[in-house]
C-alpha cells in the first residue's frame, strides 16, 4: 500500500506508523481545492485503503 501510494504526483513522503494509523503521508498542493481531487481521485483509489484523515499545515 505504502509502494502504491509513493507513486500518486504530489506525495512528498510516506511513512509507515505505530498508533491508531498504518500510514501518514505529506503531500503538497497549490490549494485546498488541488488537495481534496487528489485525496479523494488519487490515493483514496489505493487498494488496502479504507479511510483518510487530512491535516493541513498552515504557517502562522
Given at each position: 500500500?505504502?509502494a502504491a501510494i509513493?507513486?500518486?504526483?504530489?506525495?512528498?513522503?510516506?511513512?509507515?506508523?505505530?498508533?491508531?494509523?498504518?500510514?501518514?503521508?505529506?503531500?503538497?498542493?497549490?490549494?485546498?481545492?488541488?488537495?481534496?481531487?487528489?485525496?479523494?481521485s488519487k490515493v483514496?483509489?489505493?487498494?488496502?485503503?479504507?479511510?483518510?484523515?487530512?491535516?493541513s499545515v498552515v504557517?502562522?
Amino acid at each position: 500500500m505504502a509502494a502504491a501510494i509513493r507513486d500518486v504526483a504530489g506525495v512528498v513522503r510516506v511513512d509507515a506508523v505505530t498508533g491508531p494509523y498504518d500510514v501518514v503521508v505529506l503531500t503538497e498542493a497549490h490549494n485546498v481545492d488541488e488537495l481534496g481531487k487528489m485525496i479523494v481521485s488519487k490515493v483514496q483509489l489505493v487498494p488496502g485503503i479504507t479511510r483518510t484523515l487530512t491535516c493541513s499545515v498552515v504557517h502562522l
